[in-house]
T-cell receptor, first 113, second 112 residues
Framework: DAGITQSPRHKVTETGTPVTLRCHQT?????MYWYRQDPGHGLRLIHY???????DKGEVSDGYSVSRSKTEDFLLTLESATSSQTSVYFC????????????FGQGTRLTVV | GENVEQHPSTLSVQEGDSAVIKCTYS??????FPWYKQELGKGPQLIID?????GEKKDQRIAVTLNKTAKHFSLHITETQPEDSAVYFC???????????FGTGTQLKVEL
């Protein structure tokens, strides 16, 4: 299995609170991604990173920010959590960023009450 | 954007039967077509992929076919077994690269 660790694995938080999810990789892959998974929508890209301090938006980026201060870590922050952000969040990594296998973490289940 | 449409959303088959899942896409620049399997409580994992210079690829009981002219690709699972029960996703790297886009998924249930 690719060396990807997501933390925490489960979290319950209250509406309006900030939340940070962490993705840590040991593969030295250049590209890192955050997806959310919701019934009927599959996996939707939130943000991705193509290098240290280099990030770009995905299709559902509103309400989320990311940071990548070193190759191995990619953080996803919900500045003020809302109930619509209740979801399962997956981190993925890719060596080349195109036309090759992406490796996924185990996911973080976030519930906003 | 480069959407990927996936059908059906749910599929129930008897053990030993075949299952087929189809995806259609719009970006003619796409050259790589992967399929991922997601088991309950886990992240998706690549099970097979195909590049645009071939029309079919097989790996034991699973195969993928590609029709670039019609812009669709399909996953075929033969002799289905209970352990094939999972959610299956097709995906595309968007034409310019960097963004991996997924279909909406197919919940496959293999019944005994």
């Amino acid at each position: 299995d690719a060396g990807i660790t997501q933390s925490p694995r489960h979290k319950v938080t209250e509406t309006g609170t900030p939340v940070t999810l962490r993705c840590h990789q040991t593969e030295n892959h250049r590209y890192m991604y955050w997806y959310r998974q919701d019934p009927g929508h599959g996996l939707r890209l939130i943000h991705y990173s193509y290098g240290v301090k280099d990030t770009d938006k995905g299709e559902v980026s509103d309400g989320y920010s990311v940071s990548r201060s070193k190759t191995e870590d990619f953080l996803l922050t919900l500045e003020s959590a809302t109930s619509s952000q209740t979801s399962v969040y997956f981190c993925a990594i890719s060596d080349t960023g195109r036309d090759t296998e992406a490796f996924f973490g185990q996911g973080t289940r976030l519930t906003v009450v | 954007g480069e959407n990927v449409e996936q059908h059906p959303s749910t599929l129930s088959v008897q053990e030993g039967d075949s299952a087929v899942i189809k995806c259609t896409y719009s970006d003619s620049a796409s050259n790589y077509f992967p399929w991922y399997k997601q088991e309950l409580g886990k992240g998706p994992q690549l099970i097979i992929d195909i590049r645009s210079n071939v029309g079919e690829k097989k790996d034991q009981r699973i195969a993928v076919t590609l029709n670039k002219t019609a812009k669709h690709f399909s996953l075929h699972i033969t002799e289905t077994q209970p352990e094939d029960s999972a959610v299956y996703f097709c995906a595309l790297w968007r034409g310019g690269g960097n963004k991996l886009t997924f279909g909406t998924g197919t919940q496959l249930k293999v019944e005994l």
